[in-house]
């Protein structure tokens, strides 16, 4: 029987992704692909799942043979659901890997890359502890991207995670260049017979290194918040992004990006509630150029708003309640994601 070497990479598309870093994303994967299709091992042995997580984990590629398959597009989502992640990729293994029998080797063990830049926003230390006692027993690699993973998170996922101290297309592509080649190594090893070889062994490009447990700093506050708006002209949605100021214990606006049109709303009012009065600024509307924006108390919506609307009546293109707008919003709380 023909042994495969299934290979998970599970990727974080939170809103914290939104703009250059999904694409950049999307870019490494492709680069990724494209250069283990030039492995022989790899082709011979080589098979590729995509698993991504936001408020919830979806299977967009299952386990494909590696000259089938194709990158899917990536997309941003609210939250950051590891712990749905972990359960969601220990269900594929047992149904995709093919295990040992007593008359026949099954798959070599799965590898499982966890790509995130954030924390993670449910409970994933039951669902970390049931993938790491499946049966064939995965190796897990953690990779954190940015200045804002929780690598106390990451290296009880794996003993060392891996860090990308910055999402930028150059680190991206070094990164991928490295797995392509040590994963590369790694089935050839597995093909020929040869001892496993330890990825995490393997020589690391510049900007990129490894986080041990001891080497973790102490928990940081929350970097930013993501809100959800509706520009009042277009009626399309975008993010208002607000970072964490330390000496201030505010929140600074930062700046907005479109949101997908499939964006799912309904999955961005579960999100936790933040108080108003923590933000500072308003990020322009990308779509009309509004410099502000408000809280439609009606139908809990944040519209922009241009500053020569204030103080006159303006009516929400969402449920159409007209009201008289001013400054304020002292004890309002939006909801938003902090992460």
């Not at 974080?12 to 492995?39: F, R, Y």
Request: proline share 8%.
């Amino acid at each position: 029987m023909h042994r495969r070497l299934p290979v998970y990479l599970v990727l974080d598309i939170s809103e914290s992704m939104i703009g250059e870093p999904i694409t950049i994303l999307q870019n490494g994967v492709a680069h990724l692909i494209k250069t283990l299709k030039k492995n022989p091992y790899a082709l011979e042995s080589m098979f590729v799942s995509i698993i991504t997580f936001a408020s919830k984990a979806t299977v967009i590629s299952p386990l494909t043979e590696l000259t089938q398959f194709t990158c899917p597009p990536l997309s941003v989502r609210p939250g950051t659901s590891l712990g749905a992640a972990l359960s969601l990729v220990k269900k594929q293994i047992e149904k995709e890997v093919v295990k040992n029998t007593p008359t026949s080797k099954g798959d070599f063990k799965p590898l499982v890359f966890i790509l995130t830049d954030g924390e993670p926003t449910d409970n994933w230390k039951e669902p970390l502890a049931g993938l790491q006692g499946t049966k064939p027993v995965p190796n897990i690699i953690a990779v954190g991207c940015g200045e804002e993973v929780d690598f106390g998170v990451l290296v009880q996922i794996s003993e060392t995670a891996i860090n990308i101290s910055d999402i930028t297309e150059d680190t991206i592509y070094k990164f991928f260049t490295w797995m392509s080649t040590s994963v590369g190594r790694h089935s050839e090893a597995l093909t020929e017979n040869k001892p496993e070889i330890s990825l995490l062994k393997t020589k690391l490009p510049g900007g990129i290194s490894l986080v041990k447990a001891s080497d973790v700093p102490k928990k940081k506050a929350p970097p930013k918040v993501f809100l959800t708006a509706t520009c009042s002209r277009t009626k399309k949605k975008y993010a208002l992004i607000y970072r964490y100021q330390p000496v201030t214990e505010m929140y600074l606006a930062f700046r907005a990006y479109p949101l997908p049109e499939d964006f799912p709303m309904d999955e961005a009012f579960k999100a936790p509630s933040v108080e108003m009065s923590k933000l500072v600024g308003t990020p322009h509307c990308p779509f009309c150029g509004a410099e502000l924006w408000y809280h439609c108390g009606v139908c809990d919506n944040l519209i922009c708003l241009k500053l020569d609307e204030l103080d006159k009546s303006v009516t929400c293109p969402i449920c159409q309640n007209s009201s008289k707008l001013g400054g304020g919003g002292s004890g309002i709380n939006l909801k938003g994601t902090i992460g």
